[in-house]
C-alpha cells in the first residue's frame, strides 16, 4: 500500500503577488472609513481651532495685528538689539491685551474660551538682552483639576512667513459643547468598529478559507502525481518482468531447438551406421564377384555400376550425417554458386518427383552464375526441405480435389467419374527459380498446392507446427514432424537471408528466399555440389 504523501510546504511566494493588491486595497479601504469617521468626530474641535486661530490672527490691541508684530520681533532679532528689545516688549503688552478680556470674563462668556497661556516661541534665537524668555502671557486663573484637564487644548503654528511660532493653551468651557463632541465621537466610534471587525473577519475567514482549498489543492495534484509515479513504477516493473520471462522462454526455446538437432543428429548417427554396416557385406560380395572369372563384360559392367552407386548412397549418408550433426547455427561459409546447387537439387529429384511423386519438378536458371556465401550442406538441405514441402502440399491437394469430386453428389455418374478420372489425372508442379535482383540471389520454389491460409502462414515457420499429421498421407509418406520449415528458417537467418511467403488456400505457395550476393573475386574459387549428392 502506498503511504500518504506528507503535505507539501504552501508556496508563499506563488500567492504573496496575488494576496498583497487585494490586503493593500483592504487596507486602504478601512484607512479611508477610519479617516472618515475620525473626521467627523473630530469636527466640532478643528471648528474651535480655527476660531481660535482667527481671533489670534485678526485681533489689532493698536493697529496691529499678532502675526504682524510676531514678523518684526523676528526680523529686529538680527538688526538691532535695542529693537529686538523694544519689539520684545511691545509684543508681550499686545499678549497682555489680548488675553486680559478672556482671564476678566472667564466663565461668564458662554461661546468664548479660557485662555491660559499665549507665548511666541523663536526655536535657536535666544531672547533679547534684558529679558529671560521670549514674549509670553500667562493668565493667572487657576487650571482646572483632573477631572477636566483633558479639555485643555494647545494650538500651535508658524507666525506668517518668520520661523516664530505662536502657541496657545486654552479650554472650551461650554461643557454641553464638549459632552456633544464626545458622544459623537463615541456614535461614531460604534459603527466603525462594527463595521471593521465583522467585515475583517468576514475577509479573514475567506482568505483562510482560499488558502486551505489552495492545500488540499496541492496535495491532491502531489497524490495524483505520486499515483501516477507509482504506476509508471508498477508499469515498468511489469514490462521487465514480461521482457525477462520472453527472454527465458526464448533461451529455453533455443536450448530445445538445440537439445532437438542434438538428438537428430545422434538418431541419424545411429541409422547412417547401421546402413554403413549393412552396406560393408554387398560391397565385400561385390568385389568377390568382381575379381571372379567367368563373368561377361556386360555382367562386369552392370557389377561396377551397382558398386558405384552403393558408393554413392554411403557417401550421400555420410554427408547428411555431417549436416544433422551439426547445429544449424553454426555454419561452414563458403563461396557458391546458388545456380549449381538449384540445378543438382532438380537434377538429384526430378526422376523421384516424376515417377514416385507424380510432380513435374523443374527450374529456371539464370545463364551466369550466382556467387552466394553460404553453407553448402545447410543450403542444400534448405532446398530439398522446399522441394519436399511442395511436394506435400501437391498430395494435400490431390486429396483435396479428390474429396470435392466424391463429395459432389448432385452430378450425374458419367460427369462424376469424368470429375474423379480429372482428380486424378491432376498433376503437380514445383517450379524452382534463382535469378538475380539488385544486391541479392533470390530463389523463388513456387508450387500449385493446396495453398496456406493466414493463420498458417504466421505460424509455419514455427517448430513442431505442422498441418500434415491428418491430410498428408499419400503414396507411404508418413505425417511431418513441422521440423522442415523451421530449419529452412534458422539456417536463412545465419545466413542473413530473408524468406518471404505468398499463398493462399488453393492458389499454390511461393517461398522466396533473398541471399546476399557475394562479390566476386577470382581468388576465390566457387564450390561446387559433388555429383550424386
Known sequence: MTPAPAPPPFPVRRYAGRLVPLVLLWVALVGWLGWLLYSRANWTREADQADLREWLNETRVFRKTLPDLVNEYAAAADADPARFRAKHDELSAHLAAMAEPTRKYAGKLPLFPDVYAIAVDYPGRPPPPGRDAHPAWVSPLPRPGADAKDRVRVLEYPAGGSAAVIRCEYRVHTNNRFEQEQKDRRTWQIPLVAFLVPSTAVAGFALYRFLRREQRRLLAEEQ?????????????????????????????????????????????????????????????????????????????????????SLGTVTERLQQILRTVRRDPSRAEMTRLDLGDLVREAVRTWAETARDKWKVVLTADLPPGPLPVDGDLSHLQQAIENLITNARDATFEMRNHLREEARKDVGLDPAARRQRLIDAAAWKGEVRLRAYADGPSAVLEVRDNGIGMTDEVRAKCLTTHFTTKRDNALYEGYSAGMGLGLSFVAVVLDHHRAALEIDSAPLKGTTFRIRLPLADVDPAVPVVAPAAGA
Do not use: F, W
Open 224 to 308: 495524483a502525481k505520486t499515483e501516477a509515479e507509482h504506476r509508471e513504477r508498477e508499469l515498468a516493473e511489469e514490462r521487465a518482468a514480461v521482457e525477462k520471462r520472453a527472454a527465458e522462454a526464448e533461451r529455453a526455446a533455443l536450448e530445445l531447438k538445440s537439445q532437438l538437432y542434438a538428438n537428430i543428429g545422434v538418431m541419424a548417427a545411429s541409422y547412417a551406421h547401421n546402413i554403413k554396416n549393412l552396406l560393408v557385406r554387398p560391397n565385400d560380395l561385390l568385389v568377390r564377384c568382381a575379381e571372379g572369372d567367368g563373368m561377361s563384360r556386360e555382367q562386369h559392367g552392370m557389377l561396377q555400376e551397382v558398386r558405384a
